[in-house]
């Protein structure tokens, strides 16, 4: 029996569609998918390491701007109430609609924000980060002369 080999332009044509066929059909290996999975690891903790400090600021800067808000609120309910000699709290802004109910009442770390009137000084603030009040990561408006 004689084996004839077609050296034609189409019989190449075809044992190499034939080779690329069977190497499809064959799929990938365990190594493959380990090394394609080791490589989403690395982007994945390179996009983590670049994104988790802004992150941070932007809580910090949330906080501050709530506290901004919730000043500019108390504010306006002493000119509203002058009579009053005390500081309203959260619920009353919210119940008195000088805030809105669908703003963020505690920090962007859970704790609520402390409200204080002195004369006619109105200090806002939250604990930060650490939710321990005193400490240097302390967010307040108008900023205390300590953090500042």
Known sequence: MEIV???S???RDLRRCYRRAR??????SLIEIMIVVAIMALIASGV???VLPKFKEAQIKTASGS???????????????PTE????????????????????????WGEKFTISCADDDVKVSSNGPDKKSGTS????VPKSRRSE
Not at 67 to 81: A, E, F, H, L, P
Request: aromatic fraction near 2%.
């Open 5 to 7: 080999v077609d050296r």
């Open 9 to 11: 332009p189409q019989g």
């Open 23 to 28: 190497a499809l059909a064959r799929g990938v």
């Open 48 to 50: 983590a390491v670049a």
């Open 67 to 81: 506290c901004r808000t919730i000043r500019s609120g108390v504010q306006d309910w002493q000119r509203m109430n």
């Open 85 to 108: 000699s005390s500081c309203p709290s959260m619920r009353q802004l919210v119940d008195e609609k000088i805030i809105d109910s669908a703003a963020e009442t505690n920090d962007p």
């Open 137 to 140: 990561d302390d967010i307040s």
